[in-house]
């Protein structure tokens, strides 16, 4: 078929069915949305495209068009971008939701509300899928079945449910069927002594969690520090490397594994931040896109020297010596092919949820990485990662329009992101109390 003719097509189609609509219902007004005047990036190995439109129906994309083609229509309804840059919705490989709520964790702050409300803080980000990575309340999954996502201007949910942590491999089959009875979308692991402050897991238990996760159809995240344990649980079969080598640089030994495995890596910089930055006052709490969102009494506690302190002594200097580590094996594994899923462990007290994903980007691309790779990071490579690319991650047809709209182009620099004109989750505009 013809660029033309399928053109036409698209037409016919798209105005078909808005007659069909219109005559039927007016219930559904907005069934089919044409977002015009705007440079389209679709997350695909496609340059991203100027003068276009992104047709949605139903909350899902219909077609993305080329404007300047004689046969576009003429729409009255259009929703006009203003020459803007569209791309789609950002997606958070490895973060954690309801499990605080400022910087109180325990059951006392677990609620729906709170849930919800970090939900779309995310999606005021921008950031419209959230994998949360363990230790969720029940209330979480609650939310993530409800599956009213766009109408409430929440992120996306997917979740692991509580951390596995079975004594031996025994133990490991009775621990994964009873998370097996949350329906979680990943299950999770952590293979780390707390420099040297408890028992690390063995490999023969984790090997049989995996198994035993695997055996559920349910894919496995594992948190690590060590290059060995990265290697260890890789080569037992995770789908996930949830955080980078912290201990040393990465070796051949690992990269061809993860390669072989097609296993990807979320690095979680800025969660290395979050253990010792707020042991003097961080510069970004004069940041106004912080500050937007930020609640001021987190910020005073976070100045009081007693909470000060926290941030202080030896797993502050590990992690702050670590940061420069996971940057670099990030790069030696990213420029080796290994994909990176933009994951940054926020929702934790003070991994401030949004605006560390952001922080997240920035810091990836002063790594070295290129602006294209970082948003191919955090949308297309995320979805693959994660396993929810057949219906997130890019705007291909079918898939949910989930996307971001900005006012600068984020291709030139990653910290145009900051710039957010419009999010929109299910072709439905997420409410950012400006417009
Ligand atoms: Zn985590």
Redesign the pocket.
């Known amino acids: 078929m013809t660029h033309d003719s399928r053109l036409t097509t698209i037409i016919l189609v798209t105005l078909t069915i808005t007659l069909l609509i219109t005559a039927c219902s007016d219930d559904y007004p907005d069934d089919i949305l044409l977002f015009t005047n705007v440079t389209i990036w679709d997350g695909t190995d496609q340059s991203p495209a100027q003068n276009s439109a992104l047709i949605t129906h139903n909350g899902k994309v219909l077609e993305i068009i080329d404007m300047t083609d004689p046969d576009f229509p003429e729409e009255a309804d259009a929703i006009d971008l203003g020459g803007r840059y569209l791309i789609p919705g950002l997606i958070n490989a ?1 973060g ?1 939701v309801g499990m605080a709520r400022g910087l109180e964790t325990g059951t006392d702050i677990h609620s729906e509300e709170n849930v919800i409300e970090q939900l779309q803080l995310y999606a005021r980000y921008g950031v419209t899928t959230v994998v949360s ?2 230790d969720e309340p029940d209330e979480a999954f609650t939310v993530r079945d409800r599956q009213n996502f766009s109408e409430s201007g929440m992120a996306r949910l997917f979740l692991a449910g509580p951390v596995l942590n079975p004594a031996t491999p025994e133990e490991a089959h009775d621990a994964v069927n009873e998370l097996a009875l949350k329906n979680p979308d990943w299950s999770k692991i952590r293979v780390d002594d707390g420099l040297g402050t408890r028992e690390k897991m063995n490999r023969e238990t984790y090997a049989a969690i995996i198994e035993a996760s695997h055996s559920h159809n349910i894919p496995l995240a594992a ?1 690590i520090v060590t290059l060995e344990d990265a290697k260890g649980v890789v080569d037992e079969g995770a789908d996930l490397v ?1 955080h980078s080598v912290r201990d040393t640089e990465v070796d051949q030994d690992l990269i061809s594994l993860m390669l072989d495995r097609d296993i990807c890596l979320t690095p979680t910089l800025t969660r290395e931040i979050s253990v010792f930055i707020y042991a003097e006052r961080p510069d970004f709490f004069d940041d106004p896109f912080f500050l937007d969102e930020a609640d001021p009494e987190v910020i005073e506690q976070l100045q009081q020297p007693e909470i000060q302190e926290r941030f202080t002594g030896r797993a502050a200097n590990f992690y702050s010596e670590a940061l420069s580590v996971a940057k670099g094996n990030m790069m030696s594994l990213h420029n080796t092919g290994v994909r990176i899923a933009m994951g940054t ?1 926020s929702g934790p007290p003070a991994r401030f949820q949004g605006y560390f994903e952001h922080l997240e980007m920035e810091m990836m691309q002063d790594s070295g990485m290129t602006p294209l790779e970082v948003l191919t990071s955090a949308t297309r490579y995320a979805a693959e990662c994660m396993q929810i690319d057949e219906e997130l991650g890019t705007l291909e047809k079918g898939k949910h329009a989930d996307f971001v709209v900005v006012d600068d182009n984020p291709f030139d620099d990653i910290r145009n992101l900051r710039e957010i004109y419009d999010v929109y989750i299910g072709a439905q505009r997420v409410y950012r109390g400006n417009n």
């Open positions: 490895h954690h990575l363990g948190h949830a462990d």
